[in-house]
């Protein structure tokens, strides 16, 4: 089925004078409806496994924000929790996954099926996509092997790179077996997601930045080229959009991946450079500093601008370099949408 949808038409290679709109982690914690959905569900997993308030809050930022695409309301660590890594979220802690994992379970979490526990998560995907306007796109999900396996070896996050490049040099056999098992159950996960309405997926990898070259390769480049081709082969009208945070012009390998429709840069890369070696391999994604959204008024009006022109003869995304981050006034959302639509400064 082809949309007429411009976020997919922008992932399909054409240019938009005025381009798609949606943001990283527009659902959650900065909106007050959000809040008041989720205080009601108990835990974050509840609202997560409970398909009409999951597909509710999907849905939130598209109300408010007439935005180009909803993402699926989901956690990146919902395979490590159904393949027997609980996870819980303590408050102002971050995620919890218990117990960590070690290296005889691989074997053990291969055998389990995770498409049975998480029917729920595709059943928030077919009531999204059948509220949802048809020229509105649906994205699915996963986050990338890599950054997935970090949690499920610290149990939780961890934010000290020595640690994780460690973990790599001690036991790279179990690390990057591990990072098989995610890579074939992300495959799976995906697919049915896609089999489920999505009509465009991407891929997380949060923690890819720091990594020196080899590794970076092994445990997030190879893995995302495996996922990406495998959706290409399986689902080939699909888009895979990858954003492997904090690579710096390592971007251009993932931009180039058989596979890969559209590649999110994060708030440090520079835009003209992004421009300059990515736009010709592949549609561009995001950049602007969530903390400018924070900020918002003119210093965020000025710096989208910069997008705005940098782009706006090649097939880009409006998105930022990272997620919006709780303490965003919805109103600046808002105000950046308004500007983007009504053109940039030129209109002003
Ligand atoms: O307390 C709450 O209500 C839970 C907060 C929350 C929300 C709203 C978490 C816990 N996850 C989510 C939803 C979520 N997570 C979505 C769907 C909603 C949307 O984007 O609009 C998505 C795409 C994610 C992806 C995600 N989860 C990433 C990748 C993106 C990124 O921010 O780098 C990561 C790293 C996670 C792990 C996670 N889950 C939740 C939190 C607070 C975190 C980050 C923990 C950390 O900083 O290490």
């Not at 408010?64 to 993402?71: E, G, N, S, T």
């Not at 498409?115 to 949802?132: M, S």
């Not at 008024?297 to 997620?323: C, Q, S, T, W």
Request: glycine fraction near 8%; hydrophobic fraction near 45%; charged fraction near 25%.
């Amino acid at each position: 089925m082809t949309r007429d949808s411009l976020f997919l038409k922008t992932l399909a290679g054409k240019a938009a004078a005025i381009p798609p709109i949606w943001f990283m982690r527009q659902a959650g914690r900065y909106l007050p409806e959000y809040r008041e959905l989720r205080s009601k569900a108990g835990s974050f997993l509840d609202l997560c496994f409970d398909p009409a308030l999951a597909s509710e809050v999907t849905l939130q930022p598209i109300r408010r924000f007439d935005l180009d695409a909803a993402i699926l309301f989901a956690d990146i660590l919902l395979i490590p929790h159904v393949l027997g890594q609980q996870l819980s979220f303590q408050e102002n802690e971050g995620p919890k996954l218990d117990p960590v994992i070690r290296p005889g379970d691989v074997d053990r979490f291969r055998q389990r099926d995770i498409l049975e526990p998480l029917e729920p998560v595709f059943e928030t995907v077919r009531r999204t996509r059948a509220e949802l306007a048809p020229e509105k796109a649906l994205i699915g999900f996963a986050g990338a092997p890599w950054t997935v396996a970090t949690y499920m070896l610290a149990g939780g996050s961890l934010r000290d790179m020595a640690v994780l490049r460690q973990w790599h040099y001690r036991d790279e056999a179990f690390l990057l077996e591990l990072i098989d098992l995610l890579t074939e159950k992300t495959v799976d996960y995906l697919i049915a997601q896609i089999d489920a309405g999505a009509d465009a997926v991407q891929l997380f990898d949060s923690w890819a930045g720091g990594l020196p070259w080899p590794v970076l390769d092994k445990v997030s480049v190879r893995p995302l080229e495996r996922i990406a081709m495998a959706i290409e082969k399986a689902r080939p009208e699909t888009p895979v959009i990858l954003f492997p945070k904090g690579v710096g012009e390592k971007a251009t390998e993932y931009a180039c991946l058989g596979g890969c429709d559209a590649v999110g840069i994060d708030y440090a890369m520079d835009p003209t450079w992004a421009r300059a070696h990515l736009s010709g391999h592949t549609a561009v994604q995001g950049g602007l500093d969530p903390m400018l959204v924070v900020a918002g008024g003119e210093r965020m009006e000025k710096a989208a601008e910069i997008y705005l022109k940098l782009f706006h003869d090649v097939p880009y995304i409006f998105n930022l370099g990272h997620g919006l981050t709780p303490d965003t006034p919805p109103e600046h959302v808002g105000a950046l949408v308004d500007f983007i639509r009504g053109g940039g400064l030129k209109t002003k």
